[in-house]
Each structure stands twice: as structure tokens, then as C-alpha cells.
């Protein structure tokens, strides 16, 4: 799977929480985009990922 | 509300638009955010590091000032990674809004029109309000209106340059022709440059680099916000004509004069 554009093992039955808890990421802070799918922060289901899965994380940033 | 600005429906009452880019810390963006009166501020949607303690301060500032706040797709090189960005960005905050950016070109940050066009339209069906960034183009802004756009947004010179306008008679055009607001946006380097956009009619500016990058951040909002308030009294108010000649302000009758006038007094 690739995750932020970085190659990630993926191992059977892996779960959204579970990969953004190893991330490190807050999940009320960012919005998740799993291939065509995109959730809110705080509003991201714990959907089951596949081994093929595009996945982005992102967050709000400053910019003009 | 009186001389209200209108798009995507919202009535705003501030012609000056913000970019929250390059300040030193948050605090300071925030003062100039508050000095300069907007009501509308754009920010930026990125991947998040992957493994580090994220921050929210940024949200945080944002949400106390009640902005309306204008995700970009700044960094998108063509249009599906233009919609792509669109749709985090909704749903990282929560609006519709976007600032249309399809920017190919990193030296000059010079946006592509087909792309942008064909982004444009992608979104409108999909419910954005679609603030396109695009070149001082008279043609494609009337395209982009036609698939729907709340505004067009045409650069006076390059993104963070400070040139000032470059633009000026194809943003006349632009002004002259548009049903939808007129938001000049891209390299205002000092508040003359906003006032003279406003002059000519455009409905509001987009800053950032030119507050950002002052030596006083806060004093710069305000001067900008004087600025546009200056050129927007003078559009409404309507400029003189402009004459070739010199046209004496004092009465021509009456002039006390010497008797003769080649004698040294």
C-alpha cells in the first residue's frame, strides 16, 4: 500500500485506526483520503484497508 | 449590509482577502490578520509528517477569528491533482470555498489556463465555490464564468514578486466584462498597488507575501486595508476625466497684476 506517497508493508486485516495510531497521527486533526474515499477529521471510519490502497493524510496548513 | 462584497452567497463587508503564508510565528499572522479587517483567508492543505507530533495552532487561530476560510490546491501541477487536493481540502475544513490553483511553472507560479479551466468545471458540478487563480487572460475569464465560477481571480504580476500591477489594461478588460467579482490577486507589493486595482473597479485583492514579508507585518495589514477601503470609496465615487492639457484650478478672472508685467517688482 502506499501511504503519503511512501511505500508501506501492509499485513492482513489491517484497519484505518490501527495505521493512523501507528502513524502517530491525530485523527480529529487530519483528513484521510483512502482511494477514491475521503473522511473528515474526527469522522474517519475504521474502514478495513487492502494491500493495493492509495491512502493520503493530510492537514491544514498556512499558504497564500 | 451597505457596499457588501458578494460571493458563493456570503455578504462580507471587507474587500481584503489574506494569505496565511510565510509569517514568522502564529501569533503574528493572527495580529495581521486582525489589523487588516478580513473576513476571508486562504490556507494551504499538505501531507502530514508521518511519525511527528502534529500541531493544531493553526486551526485553532483560525477557528477563534470566524473566518471564512479559502483552502488553495497551491502545489497541483495539473488538474486531477487540482481536484484531487479540492476534495481534502473540503473535507479537512469543512467549506466548499477553493482557491483554483493548476500551477505548472515553478519560477514564475504562472498558472495553466486549460487546466485550470478544465478543473474549474469539474468542481463547479461537484458543489465548490470555485475562486480560479489565473492569468490577466480576458478569454478565459469569461470561461471560467461560464462553467460557473463565484469569481475570477487574475494576478497583477508573479505569486510573492511585489512587482506591483503589470496587468493593469487586461485586468480593465477583465473588470469591464465579468459578471462575477473581480479579485486581483498575486504580487501587490504596497497598499498603492491594492488601491489602484480598486480604482479601476476590481471587487477585492488577495495579499499575503506583501504583509507577510513587511518589516511590520500588522502596520502593512492596515495599511492595506486603508488602501482598498481608499480605492473602493474613489470607484464609487467616480474619478475625473483626464485631460492633456493643465486646467487652472483658481478663478482666471481677476488675477491682481502689474501694470507691466516685465518689470522685475
Known amino acids: ?64 | 449590509m451597505q457596499d457588501a462584497l458578494t460571493i458563493g452567497g456570503k455578504d462580507f463587508s471587507s474587500r481584503l482577502m489574506l494569505g496565511t503564508g510565510k509569517y514568522k510565528d502564529f501569533g503574528l499572522m493572527r495580529d495581521a490578520l486582525e489589523a487588516s479587517g478580513t473576513q476571508i483567508v486562504t490556507v494551504s492543505i499538505r501531507r502530514v509528517e508521518l511519525g511527528a507530533p502534529g500541531h493544531t495552532g493553526l486551526m485553532d487561530v483560525l477557528q477563534k477569528g470566524s473566518y471564512q476560510l479559502l483552502p488553495n490546491t497551491a502545489g497541483c501541477k495539473t488538474a486531477e491533482e487540482a481536484v484531487r487536493v479540492a476534495k481534502l481540502a473540503r473535507a479537512m475544513t469543512g467549506t466548499d470555498w477553493l482557491k483554483l490553483e493548476v500551477i505548472p511553472d515553478a519560477k514564475y507560479l504562472l498558472p495553466d489556463p486549460i487546466g485550470t479551466l478544465k478543473a474549474a468545471e469539474i468542481l463547479v458540478k461537484e458543489g465548490f465555490v470555485v475562486l480560479p487563480y489565473m492569468h490577466a487572460d480576458p478569454v478565459l475569464a469569461r470561461q471560467l464564468e461560464a462553467v460557473g465560477c463565484a469569481t475570477v481571480m487574475p494576478l497583477a504580476s508573479p505569486i510573492g514578486s511585489g512587482r506591483g500591477v503589470l496587468t493593469r489594461a487586461s485586468i480593465q478588460i477583465i473588470i469591464e466584462e465579468a459578471g462575477v467579482p473581480v479579485v486581483v490577486d498575486a504580487g501587490l507589493g504596497v497598499p498603492s498597488d491594492a488601491a489602484s486595482v480598486m480604482e479601476i473597479g476590481a471587487k477585492a485583492v488577495l495579499v499575503n507575501t506583501a504583509i507577510a514579508e513587511a518589516e511590520s507585518p500588522v502596520q502593512m495589514a492596515e495599511g492595506f486595508k486603508l488602501g482598498v477601503e481608499a480605492g473602493r470609496i474613489a470607484y464609487l465615487a467616480g474619478r475625473m476625466a483626464v485631460r492633456t492639457t493643465a486646467s487652472p484650478s483658481s478663478p482666471a478672472a481677476g488675477v491682481v497684476g502689474l501694470a507691466q508685467p516685465e518689470m522685475p517688482v
Open chain 1, 1 to 64: 500500500m502506499t501511504v503519503n506517497g511512501e511505500s508501506r508493508a501492509y499485513r492482513p486485516g489491517l484497519k484505518l485506526h490501527a495505521l493512523l495510531e501507528e502513524l502517530k497521527v491525530d485523527a480529529r486533526a487530519v483528513a484521510v483520503m483512502v482511494g477514491e474515499e475521503v473522511y473528515r477529521p474526527g469522522r474517519i471510519p475504521d474502514v478495513a484497508l487492502a494491500e493495493g490502497d492509495v491512502i493520503e493524510v493530510v492537514s491544514m496548513m498556512q499558504g497564500g
